[in-house]
């Protein structure tokens, strides 16, 4: 069969009239596929972008963006599946909470035991508590607030949701008990004064040697208590065989880095596997910029902790 052929003079090529004509179908199969693969990214990416990762905990995309604006520190409140009342202050810590508790569920784990035993150290204004209840109804656990203003907060919420096997404590965790100076921001970066540094916001409060919980089986030890988990941890260092699973919020210094390799091998001596990621990125470009802002540490990191 002779073949007519096509020149096509801007390419400088030939097509074959029954091939050129053969494939035409197939050309325009490509292309509607192709508008429909455009359709659908620019779909998707306008469902990303007014869809709010809050949504699952009733924030709606409206309300996230308001949040999100709103610098204002007075009290407010939010109403969880219509029977929690939430009371909180600052809106980015409340965002915050959250997206890392209830939407990456960064406390969820797997209890071996009916009554699983949890302890909340740092537990803010509540929201872990809430969050372990629901998952765990039976648990018992015991939550250390030392802030003023959000132990007050944390009382007020937990009325909504506690049991009689939840108890809320007004102390900071430390190595001793008895009382210690504390930095008092009202919000999440309260912490004990580790520097003994003059401070604006100074308060004494009362704390709690962790190490004299830890003598029965837990089941989930949360710390998340602004620089002090390193002398606590170490004074726990016996005792950690204890603990079954164990989420720390490490903050910690370049020049100390020391601490972070100690600490990570003192979870490994008590039969601990971990992993770690970023809880908060500091630094863009550790190379070529070192300086922390207004930021107390270098870094944050979440450590998971847990056994096979």
């Not at 409060?205 to 004299?212: C, K, Q, W």
């Not at 989930?220 to 988990?229: H, R, S, V, W």
Request: net charge neutral; aromatic share 12%.
């Amino acid at each position: 069969m002779r073949q007519h052929s096509l020149f096509v003079p801007a390419y400088g090529i030939e097509v074959y009239s029954h091939a050129f004509f053969l494939h035409l179908p197939s050309i325009k199969s490509i292309m509607g596929s192709f508008f429909t693969n455009i359709t659908r990214g620019i779909i998707i990416t306008l469902q990303k972008a007014f869809q709010s990762p809050y949504r699952s905990f009733g924030i709606s995309w409206a309300r996230e963006k308001l949040l999100k604006h709103d610098s204002s520190i007075t009290e407010t409140s939010f109403l969880y599946k219509g029977k929690y009342r939430i009371h909180y202050q600052d809106r980015g810590a409340f965002l915050l909470s959250v997206r890392e508790i209830f939407t990456e569920r960064l406390y969820e784990f797997k209890p071996s035991v009916d009554r699983p035993r949890i302890l909340d150290c740092g537990g803010h204004i509540g929201m872990s508590a809430l969050f372990f209840l629901e998952q765990y109804p039976n648990c018992r656990l015991t939550v250390f607030e030392p802030d003023a203003t959000n132990y007050q907060l944390l009382q007020k919420n937990s009325k909504g949701w506690k049991t009689e096997n939840t108890e809320v404590v007004h102390a900071a965790v430390w190595v001793e008990n008895g009382v210690v100076e504390f930095e008092s921001n009202r919000d999440m970066s309260s912490a004990i004064n580790l520097a003994t540094q003059p401070l604006a916001n100074k308060v004494s409060v009362p704390s709690i040697r962790l190490r004299d919980k830890l003598n029965e089986p837990v089941d989930f030890l949360k710390m998340d208590i602004e620089g002090a988990e390193y002398a606590v941890l170490l004074d726990c260092r016996d005792q950690l065989k204890n603990v079954k699973n164990l989420f720390v919020e490490y903050h910690g210094m370049l020049d100390e880095s020391d601490k972070l390799t100690e600490l990570l091998s003192l979870f490994t001596q008590s039969g601990f596997k971990y992993y770690l990621t970023e809880a908060g990125r500091i630094h863009l470009n550790v190379f070529s910029n070192r300086d922390r802002g207004a930021y107390k540490f270098d870094q944050q990191l979440n450590i998971f902790c847990f056994r096979d």
